[in-house]
C-alpha cells in the first residue's frame, strides 16, 4: 500500500527523532569514557598520601642517622670524661657539659623520632584505606566504561541501519515536500509532523476547521497547522 506524502513524512521524522537520540546519547557516552571527578580526586589523594609517607620514612631515616650521630659523640665524650686521663677540673667540667648537651639532643631528637613513626604509621593506614577506596572506583569505572561501550556499540549499529532506512524514505519523498521538512525540522526541533489527536493538533492544541479536516482526510496533500505550522497527520 502506498503510503500518502504526510505519512512519509511522519515515518521519515520518526527515523530522524530516533537518530537524533541516538547521536546525543553517543555524545554523552563519549563524553562519560573519561575519568571521573571521583576517580582523579581518588588518585590524586592516593598519590598524595604516598608521598607523604616517603617523606615520613625519609625524615625517620634521617632522625635514625641523627641519633647514631649523637650516640657516638656521647660515647667519645663520657669515655674521655671517664678516662681519667683529663685532669683539669675545667676540662672536665666542659666535657660534662657537652655530654648534657648530647644527650638532651638525643632526647629531642627521640622524641621527634616516635612523633614521626607514629605520624607514619597512622598515614600507612590511611595509604591502605585510599587505596582500598582507589581501587573500589577504578572497578566500579571499569565496569561502567565496559557497559558504556557496549551501549556505544549497540547505538551506533541501530543509526547505521536507521541511516539507510532515513536514506530510503528521502529517496521516495518529492523533493518539495523534503524542502519542507527540512524547513520544519530545523525550525521545529525536529518535530514536523503533529498526529491529530481527537481532532486537535497533537503538539499545540489547535483544533483545525471543518473544511480543513475534511479536506486533509480526502485529499493527499500536506496541510499546516493553522497555530505551529506543522504538518498535520490523522491516523487511520
Given at each position: 500500500m502506498t503510503m500518502?506524502?504526510?505519512?512519509?513524512?511522519?515515518?521519515?521524522?520518526?527515523?530522524?527523532?530516533?537518530?537524533?537520540?541516538?547521536?546525543?546519547?553517543?555524545?554523552?557516552?563519549?563524553?562519560?569514557?573519561?575519568?571521573?571527578?571521583?576517580?582523579?580526586?581518588?588518585?590524586?589523594?592516593?598519590?598524595?598520601?604516598?608521598?607523604?609517607?616517603?617523606?615520613?620514612?625519609?625524615?625517620?631515616?634521617?632522625?635514625?642517622?641523627?641519633?647514631?650521630?649523637?650516640?657516638?659523640?656521647?660515647?667519645?665524650?663520657?669515655?674521655?670524661l671517664y678516662s681519667g686521663a683529663v685532669k683539669n677540673p675545667k676540662e672536665l667540667s666542659d666535657l660534662q657539659k657537652d655530654a648534657a648537651s648530647l644527650r638532651r639532643q638525643k632526647s629531642s631528637a627521640e622524641d621527634v623520632l616516635l612523633e614521626a613513626i607514629l605520624d607514619g604509621e597512622q598515614t600507612e593506614q590511611m595509604v591502605q584505606a585510599a587505596h582500598d577506596e582507589l581501587a573500589r572506583l577504578e572497578d566500579e569505572w571499569r565496569s561502567k566504561q565496559a557497559a558504556l561501550l557496549d551501549e556505544r556499540a549497540l547505538l551506533n549499529g541501530n543509526a547505521a541501519t536507521a541511516e539507510t532506512e532515513r536514506a530510503a524514505l528521502r529517496a521516495n519523498a518529492p523533493p518539495p515536500d523534503l524542502a519542507v521538512y527540512d524547513r520544519l525540522r530545523a525550525k521545529k526541533h525536529g518535530t514536523v509532523v503533529a498526529l491529530l489527536d481527537d481532532g486537535v493538533c497533537g503538539v499545540c492544541g489547535v483544533q483545525p476547521s471543518a473544511n480543513k479536516l475534511a479536506h486533509l482526510r480526502r485529499d493527499d496533500e500536506l496541510f499546516p497547522c493553522g497555530n505551529c505550522e506543522r504538518i498535520l497527520l490523522e491516523m487511520s
Open positions: 500518502r506524502r504526510d505519512e512519509r513524512l511522519y515515518e521519515l521524522q520518526k527515523v530522524d527523532l530516533a537518530l537524533d537520540a541516538a547521536r546525543r546519547r553517543v555524545r554523552e557516552i563519549d563524553a562519560q569514557l573519561t575519568d571521573s571527578e571521583a576517580l582523579r580526586a581518588a588518585r590524586d589523594a592516593d598519590r598524595q598520601l604516598h608521598d607523604k609517607l616517603a617523606h615520613l620514612h625519609a625524615r625517620a631515616k634521617d632522625l635514625e642517622l641523627q641519633l647514631a650521630t649523637l650516640d657516638n659523640k656521647i660515647r667519645s665524650v663520657e669515655d674521655r
